[in-house]
């Protein structure tokens, strides 16, 4: 039911989705600013210098959402077999037509809780502004953990509670009645407990409600 509510919320803010997150006129600005106080676009910025714009492996990208944040980077990243996921058929839609002239990015549509991938496929798994979205967050970690190769790298940020009161609020009042966050939302030190419970190096900051975070995994 709760995956309904989220194809549902994400169709209707396809048309706004990018103009929200880059903070684009003074609704968003005011919205990003008082209810969140920080800046995607520098997280994003952060998050994505952690991979050289030479790699050459496997990335998963889950979910990609419309590929705002990551088209240019992607474009820089020709030798990358790149897997862009996400589970709404709209922002893929919306994707679609930023990543149509890249070849090594493939856009699919699916699950994280239920990865149609092999185990140890990844490379790099990227995942912003996701893990407050997914309905089963255990399962999500573990199915991460599991197409991640050995040695392979887990980034990514996403929204904590307890850090912002003002944040939960919006969150808990708004976002998550309309589907556009998940019912269960967890804390910064429950992030760290699950990352250092999978991953040997767990390096973890954040910023009001927002984190973010660096793992490698040496299975």
């Given at each position: 039911?709760?995956?309904?509510?989220?194809?549902?919320?994400y169709?209707?803010?396809?048309?706004?989705?990018?103009?929200?997150?880059?903070?684009?006129g003074?609704l968003?600005?005011?919205?990003?600013?008082?209810?969140?106080?920080?800046?995607?676009?520098?997280i994003?910025?952060?998050?994505?210098?952690?991979?050289?714009?030479?790699f050459?492996?496997?990335?998963?990208?889950?979910?990609?959402?419309?590929?705002?944040?990551?088209?240019?980077?992607?474009?820089?990243?020709?030798?990358?077999?790149?897997?862009?996921?996400?589970?709404?058929?709209?922002?893929?839609?919306?994707a679609?037509?930023?990543?149509?002239?890249?070849?090594?990015?493939e856009?699919?549509?699916?699950?994280?809780?239920?990865?149609?991938?092999?185990?140890?496929?990844?490379?790099?798994v990227?995942?912003?502004?996701?893990?407050?979205?997914?309905?089963?967050?255990?399962k999500?970690?573990?199915?991460?953990?599991?197409?991640?190769?050995?040695n392979?790298?887990?980034?990514?940020?996403?929204?904590?509670?307890?850090?912002?009161w003002?944040t939960?609020?919006?969150?808990?009042?708004?976002?998550k009645?309309?589907?556009?966050?998940?019912?269960?939302?967890?804390t910064?030190d429950?992030?760290?407990?699950v990352?250092?419970?999978?991953?040997?190096?767990?390096k973890?900051?954040?910023?009001?409600a927002?984190?973010?975070?660096?793992?490698?995994?040496k299975?």
């Amino acid at each position: 039911m709760h995956k309904d509510k989220i194809t549902a919320a994400y169709k209707q803010s396809k048309n706004i989705y990018d103009d929200v997150l880059t903070h684009k006129g003074f609704l968003a600005k005011a919205y990003i600013g008082i209810f969140w106080g920080v800046d995607d676009l520098l997280i994003a910025e952060k998050i994505l210098s952690w991979i050289p714009d030479d790699f050459g492996g496997q990335l998963l990208d889950v979910p990609v959402g419309t590929g705002v944040f990551t088209d240019k980077k992607y474009q820089k990243m020709e030798n990358a077999s790149i897997v862009a996921l996400d589970y709404s058929d709209d922002m893929l839609e919306k994707a679609r037509v930023r990543f149509k002239d890249m070849d090594h990015v493939e856009l699919v549509q699916g699950d994280v809780g239920n990865l149609n991938f092999a185990d140890n496929y990844f490379d790099i798994v990227l995942s912003m502004n996701g893990f407050h979205v997914f309905p089963d967050k255990k399962k999500a970690f573990s199915e991460v953990f599991r197409v991640l190769k050995p040695n392979g790298k887990f980034i990514g940020c996403f929204y904590i509670k307890n850090e912002k009161w003002l944040t939960d609020v919006v969150v808990n009042l708004v976002l998550k009645k309309k589907g556009w966050f998940s019912p269960d939302q967890l804390t910064k030190d429950e992030v760290i407990a699950v990352l250092s419970e999978q991953y040997e190096t767990v390096k973890v900051e954040n910023k009001h409600a927002m984190i973010w975070f660096y793992c490698e995994n040496k299975r």
